[in-house]
């Protein structure tokens, strides 16, 4: 650990805090037993992309600009989400460029990491498996691939796990098809990708089916749903949760909350 | 709510056939790029150098077009200039009548395409025969092309087969590619030893020594341009580059990228009309440079990185849109992630400008550029462009767009949105069911949560101090 006590900032995600806040609770559960300070600023709501993705920057930049102000500090900030983490570090400084905010957007940008790079890269951590065998499907997002580049620690925080048997689908780099509001825009297209991934996923065998983003496993999972598939959709931060969790890590927990 | 380009999307993935058949042709060009690339790191100096090669000569245009122009004509090319299609067609059919011909041997070339010449000459009463088998066979359908390398890649040989037949109902013709390949071979070089002029592209232009490169693996390139008396060749004004030791990198990355071949069959180096000692090539050789929206794209710095193309078509390759629906799904002449974003420059953005919306932004194009066009922020741009200038198509968008920022950009607002949509989940998640949505054709809807993150956080004592 290159900090004995290091605060973090943490970020939830709109999807995340509407969809699924049990993995956002997660995800601040893993990082206070990795040993970190979680601060949780109120005031936070959404990176802004999918304004930005849509072309309509000032609306983007309104939220945004909101963001630069709830995040304020020195501290990391931890982002469950590949995607919205490249939304901060690669798109905010564009975002801002020539604008009074752009040296504080820069500043953000410089202080944002991913979850799992930041548990498996940054802290290094290495926990002890207590959950089940159990067969793994991983899908890694674009964002995660090619904008933050940190599929790589994703899948080493898996591995790490001793039942856990790590899967990859065929042709795993390919997009799931959700892309957004790309997913309602063009419904047709995205569903001939959203189908040729649930495919590939589904011939993993795999009983769970593990992302770092939750956009791609929203779209994956109601895509499954529909067909009836029994595999069961997770957060990585939620699953890894649950396998390192056991009675006495909880009462742990609770012991250290301040 | 359906726009012309969803129909052809739809319609474009209903199309079984071609839709296997461009899938397996794509996943094909995929493998063969990666294993023509095998070192990872030698690759990126490759694009670094590429990039750099591309980008000097964009800053530098102007200057380099005046002095290859200079260049050409001391070789004894004549150089043109067309500021639009209409321009460019209407030399070409001045050089073809004072030829005193009406019919041309054509090679493969996409800005043909751009400015439909093809067409444009029908209608002076010129035939213009194809002469890339890929190109010829869709001449022979009536279709446009699928792939900008591969323009007949939407077709199996059966239906290459069955289109032969169709247009020459008294030749025997087998299924096999060899069978067809002979048989094209056959029709067309009969015909080509009687034409005197013959039409190109080009792939890069040379300003140093004022020499044309045109690359192809099938020799009709080499025939349309020593064949005939005259050579016409027409190209985009960005495809010029600064010296010829620029070419050699160029032409890795160009081969490599689009069919994963170390180099073409035939590298064409044209300095100039055939020599007074020399036995063949054309007697007079035309080169046309065209505009046609390219100075407007060279003078717009984020725009500028677009004409760093050097069409190899490796962006349409990896595309997973592209791969599902071709070229025909996106009805224009440069398709894929490159057309998205060519299309609405040379075209305007309101109907071309459609074409960004085919994109989920999943970065596989800029991934594979051979030299790094930033092509996401591309389609982003695009996208922007269209939200500021036309705000007839995009108009409903902004106000949702406007109302969902004048809730998330104030804490008290997106917290009381947020606790709201928590409690009326139980209410909300049915609903969603029977709601009728793009996203509930193909899919079950998400379910709300019915707590808040921020009420799970302060229950463990996660604060914002």
């Not at chain 2, 739809?10 to 899938?23: D, Q, S, Y």
Request: with cysteine; hydrophobic share 40%.
């Amino acid at each position: 650990m290159s900090n004995q006590h290091p605060t973090v900032i943490f970020f939830g995600t709109c999807l995340i805090n509407t969809l699924a806040p049990r993995a956002g609770l997660a995800a601040m559960r893993l990082l206070r037993r990795a040993g970190a300070q979680v601060r949780f600023p109120r005031d936070q709501s959404c990176c802004g992309q999918p304004a930005y993705n849509a072309g309509f920057d000032d609306q983007a930049r309104r939220v945004a600009r909101a963001q630069l102000k709830a995040l304020e500090g020195e501290e990391p900030i931890i982002v469950p989400s590949a995607s919205c983490a490249g939304m901060f570090r690669h798109e905010y400084p564009r975002l801002f460029a020539g604008t009074p905010e752009q040296a504080p957007a820069q500043h953000l940008a410089e202080r944002i990491v991913e979850l799992c790079d930041y548990l498996q890269r940054i802290l290094g951590v290495n926990w002890p498996d207590l959950g089940p065998p159990v067969r793994v499907a991983l899908h890694q997002s674009c964002s995660a691939r090619r904008e933050m580049q940190v599929a790589a620690p994703a899948r080493a925080l898996l591995e790490g796990l001793a039942q856990v048997e790590v899967l990859e689908p065929a042709r795993a780099s390919d997009c799931c098809g959700f892309g957004g509001t790309f997913a309602v825009k063009q419904p047709d297209i995205s569903e001939a990708m959203t189908a040729d991934k649930a495919g590939a996923l589904l011939a993993t065998d795999a009983s769970v089916l593990v992302s770092q983003d939750l956009g791609c496993l929203t779209s994956l999972e109601g895509y499954l749903r529909r067909q009836g598939a029994m595999m069961q959709v997770q957060h990585i931060a939620e699953f890894l949760w649950e396998r390192i969790a056991s009675p006495e890590a909880e009462a742990l927990k609770t012991g250290d909350a301040r | 709510m359906s726009s012309p380009l969803r129909t052809r999307l739809r319609e474009a993935l209903a199309r079984a056939p071609a839709r296997r058949n461009i899938g397996r042709a794509m996943a094909g060009l995929v493998d063969k790029r990666r294993a023509a690339f095998p070192d990872a790191q030698a690759l990126e100096q490759l694009r670094d150098q590429g990039q750099a090669i591309r980008d000097q000569a964009l800053a530098n245009l102007p200057a380099l077009l005046r002095e290859l122009e200079a260049n050409c004509r001391a070789n004894g090319i004549e150089v043109h200039w067309a500021r639009t299609a209409a321009e460019a067609n209407e030399k070409v059919r001045e050089l073809v009548q004072a030829a005193g011909t009406t019919s041309v041997l054509k090679g493969k070339s996409m800005v043909s395409e751009e400015i439909g010449l093809n067409a444009a000459l029908a209608e002076a009463g010129i035939e213009a025969l194809e002469t890339d088998l890929g190109e010829w066979i869709i001449q022979l359908a009536g279709e446009a092309p699928s792939h900008i390398v591969a323009p007949a890649v939407h077709l199996d040989r059966r239906e290459v087969a069955a289109r032969f037949r169709e247009h020459f109902p008294e030749l025997e013709v087998g299924e096999e590619i060899a069978d067809l390949t002979a048989l094209a071979r056959r029709l067309l070089r009969e015909r080509f030893a009687q034409l005197r002029v013959g039409i190109s592209g080009v792939n890069f232009l040379i300003a140093e020594t004022g020499t044309l490169c045109l690359i192809e693996n099938e020799g009709n390139g080499r025939l349309c341009t020593t064949l005939p008396e005259v050579h016409i060749a027409i190209t985009g004004i960005e495809k010029v580059i600064a010296r010829l030791d620029q070419l050699p990198p160029l032409l890795r990355l160009l081969t490599r990228s689009a069919t994963g071949q170390p180099i073409t069959t035939y590298v064409n180096l044209i300095s100039g009309p055939r020599g007074t000692d020399e036995r063949d090539g054309p007697r007079a050789v035309h080169l046309i440079l065209l505009d046609n929206g390219r100075a407007r794209l060279q003078a717009d710095p984020e725009l500028r990185a677009t004409l760093r193309c050097i069409r190899c078509g490796a962006c349409m390759n990896h595309c997973p849109v592209y791969t599902r629906v071709g070229g025909h799904g996106y009805g224009t002449v440069y398709p894929g992630p490159l057309g998205a974003v060519l299309e609405p420059r040379l075209h305007g953005l309101a109907a071309p400008g459609e074409l960004a919306e085919a994109s989920s932004l999943c970065g596989a194009c800029a991934e594979v550029c051979p030299v790094r066009i930033p092509l996401p922020q591309l389609i982003r741009r695009v996208r922007r462009d269209r939200a500021r200038v036309s705000p007839g198509t995009t108009g409903r968008q902004a106000r949702l767009w406007s109302l969902w920022a004048a809730i998330m950009a104030h804490p008290a607002r997106a917290r009381a949105v947020t606790r709201t949509l928590a409690l009326l989940a139980p209410v909300i998640n049915p609903a969603l069911h029977w709601l009728p949505s793009p996203w509930t054709r193909h899919r079950q809807p998400p379910q709300l949560a019915r707590e808040t993150l921020a009420k799970l956080a302060s229950e463990e004592g996660f604060g914002d101090e």
